[in-house]
């Protein structure tokens, strides 16, 4: 079975990852590899399937539910939601990511870039940053230790934004399965270090010969009290298909 990674380039090879209230050992530091061999690897990954997926956003912060049509070739993704006047196409590539978005399929792409990409999407917790996940293109990223989750080995960094990077983070933490090297969990940091946004998977199902996310779970966590959160958004993947429009 193939591994294809779609939304924030979290598919997982595990059959469900659950919360993971966890910490890093500090001095385990010395067992991470490199980023530099981390990013090729995770580049590697990132040669997702071609696929169509049917699904929705749901958040309880705006009380909705906007069903989605989410396409896969290569490094691109696009979002089509279907009941409302947004389409989102993303190109995630080694060095960079662009986002751009329209109201309609005859309307003419915008870029989103800067400030815009810290916005929400339809008022949920997911922002156009979340999707472009650009602090695996951060020049300072560092090893901070090996973990485990859910008996899932994981090698964990801090990523940290330049002075030109747009972000509502301070900082951003995120483990990287050491079997599958996909993503098992992104903490967007505050400046006290505190967890003030978390991306994880919460089940997984299969299309065909690939194994996708079932239902990914981005959560606004509330800083003063740890691991609680104050509002969530789950984007649920019910089906889909092998194959797309889309071109790569």
């Given amino acids: 079975m193939k591994l294809s990674s779609t939304v924030l380039l979290a598919v997982l090879a595990a059959a469900s990852l659950l919360r ?10 010395h067992q991470c ?3 530099a061999y981390v990013q090729a690897m995770i580049w590697n990954r990132l040669d ?3 696929l169509t997926l049917d699904g929705s956003v749901r958040s309880d912060k705006t009380k909705t539910r906007s069903a989605l049509v989410l396409k896969t070739a290569g490094h691109a993704q696009e979002y089509d939601f279907q ?3 947004l389409q989102i196409h993303v ?12 109201a309609a399929s005859t309307a003419p792409w915008t870029p989103v870039a800067g400030a815009g990409r810290l916005q929400p999407i339809l008022g949920s917790d997911l922002t156009y940053e979340d999707l472009g996940v650009d602090f695996i293109n951060w020049e300072d990223i560092a090893p901070i230790g090996v973990d485990s989750i859910k008996t899932l ?27 599958y090297w996909a993503f098992l969990r992104i903490d967007g940091l505050n400046p006290q270090g505190e967890t003030i946004k978390r991306v994880e998977v ?6 065909g010969k690939f194994t996708v996310f079932k239902e990914m779970k981005v959560s606004t966590m ?22 797309s429009d889309l071109a790569k």
């Fill in 222 to 243: 509330d800083p003063t009290r740890n691991d609680i959160p104050l509002s969530t958004t789950f984007i649920d993947i019910d089906g889909g298909k092998e194959g």
């Fill in 83 to 85: 009941d409302q006047p």
């Fill in 33 to 35: 590899p490199p980023i």
């Fill in 153 to 179: 080995k994981a090698y964990v960094y801090d990523a940290t934004p330049g002075p030109n990077d747009h972000s509502l983070y301070a900082k951003v933490r995120f483990w990287v399965s050491a079997k």
């Fill in 48 to 50: 997702a399937a071609t």
């Fill in 20 to 29: 993971a209230d966890t910490t890093p050992d500090p001095t385990t530091i």
């Fill in 91 to 102: 190109t995630i590539d080694p060095g960079s990511s662009v986002i751009q978005k329209r």
């Fill in 202 to 207: 919460q089940d997984v199902l299969e299309i």
